[in-house]
């Protein structure tokens, strides 16, 4: 039973940071990209998610610094070289279109 209950809160947790991700995506930055004439057009969901795995990255360093200390997932997580990886690349999903001046994706 404690099984399902982790399946289930890993999942919520899914879904929730997918949906933040959505709305700082949509709210956030939409309006930042045409601000400075970038048209907010094309793959957006490569910047949703890029966006989505920025908040999972703070969530994580939050929940494993502070709320869990000494979290065997958290831990995990925070020294593995992959999640790394995937931080610098959804960092250059998410600001590389102010630097170019235009949506690559």
Request: aromatic share 22%; charged share 10%.
């Amino acid at each position: 039973m404690n099984e399902i209950k982790y399946g289930l809160f890993r999942l919520t947790e899914l879904f929730t940071l997918l949906a933040a991700g959505f709305l700082v995506t949509v709210c956030m930055l939409k309006p930042a990209y045409e601000s400075y004439g970038i048209e907010f057009m094309g793959n957006v969901w490569v910047n949703w998610f890029g966006v989505t795995y920025l908040l999972f990255v703070f969530y994580t360093l939050i929940a494993g610094l502070f709320i869990a200390k000494g979290s065997l997932l958290y831990n995990q997580r925070m020294s593995s070289i992959f999640f790394w990886l995937l931080f610098l690349g959804s960092n250059y999903v998410v600001f590389v279109p102010f630097l170019k001046g235009e949506n690559p994706f």
